[in-house]
């Protein structure tokens, strides 16, 4: 996929990359030598960690970064940090079942392009586009039945790519200041399974960084349903919020704030069922 991404990306401009491209490729280039060394189980969480916190100082560096207008400068630093390295993992959280991180992140880069064509310069079209082609391209032989995984190099890299590219594009500039949680919805995705199993896991006084069959494609496999099945229904979800996001940057205040009710609506109800659905029979009685 990396591979794939840098050449459709070369043949997307004819003179130099501007300056937020280059640091975007050095900041990438360490995360998915982190996810090879990673694949080989050599690196501990820590270093991992570590591993990104570098990979996101290169891209604030580059001067990508958190900009919130109504906040001060050290807060959009200590967000930028807080967002890219929490979505790099959470992308990578969610390749639990075949197909789901590809798609999920085809689908937020289309959207992610489409608020971006009114929005932003030409920075995020020329990246989102060749990720997309890169994630599509892979989910030919990883959608269900999988025949090849991306690992954590893959997944990582993704993350952290969506992550980036939502950072760039100026979303409350000549609008509400409600737009800026348009990226949040468009990737509600990862960033629900995310804080869903972390909150499973505090209230059960399980480690974080420990695995348990809380996220919602294992709870879903555990109680029956197909990788197939998995794959659409959270494909429908990720569009349904992909539309909520443009929808939200482009329409008035009232109906953004109309849309955001309606998305914390389905957030609860997916709890609910998430937690009426349980962890499956090998799991009875722990819900």
């Given at each position: ?181 348009a990226p949040i919805i468009v990737l509600g995705i990862p960033i629900f399974d995310t804080l ?92």
């Open positions: 996929m990396y591979l794939a991404f840098l050449f459709a990306l070369a043949l997307t401009n004819e003179g130099q990359f501007p300056p937020k491209i280059t640091g975007i490729l050095l900041s990438a280039s360490i995360i998915v030598m982190l996810g090879l060394f990673d694949d080989l189980k050599v690196l501990s969480p820590k270093v991992k960690l570590f591993g990104q916190a570098v990979a996101v100082l290169v891209l604030v560096k580059a001067g990508i970064m958190v900009q919130l207008s109504f906040i001060p400068g050290w807060a959009n630093l200590m967000l930028t940090f807080f967002w890219v390295i929490g979505i790099t993992n959470a992308l990578n959280l969610i390749d639990v079942s075949d197909g789901l991180a590809a798609g999920i992140t085809a689908i937020a880069g289309i959207f992610l392009y489409i608020i971006a064509l009114m929005r932003t310069p030409d920075v995020i079209p020329m990246l989102t586009l060749p990720l997309v082609g890169s994630a599509v391209g892979f989910l030919a032989f990883n959608r269900p039945p999988a025949k090849i995984y991306m690992g954590d190099t893959g997944s990582m890299f993704l993350g952290f790519m969506l992550g980036a590219i939502a950072m760039i594009g100026k979303y409350t500039d000549g609008h509400h200041r409600i737009a800026w949680i869903y199993v972390m909150t499973v896991r505090f209230i059960r006084k399980i480690p974080v960084m420990s695995g348990s069959p809380d996220h919602f494609a294992v709870r879903m496999r555990n109680n029956g349903f197909s990788a197939v099945y998995i794959a659409t229904t959270a494909y429908g979800f990720g569009t349904f919020l992909g539309l909520s996001g443009v929808a939200i940057c482009y329409f008035e205040r009232t109906i953004a704030i109309s849309v955001a009710g309606v998305i914390v609506f389905v957030v609860i109800l997916v709890t609910f069922i998430l937690k009426k659905l349980g962890r499956g029979p090998a799991h009875s009685g722990t819900p």
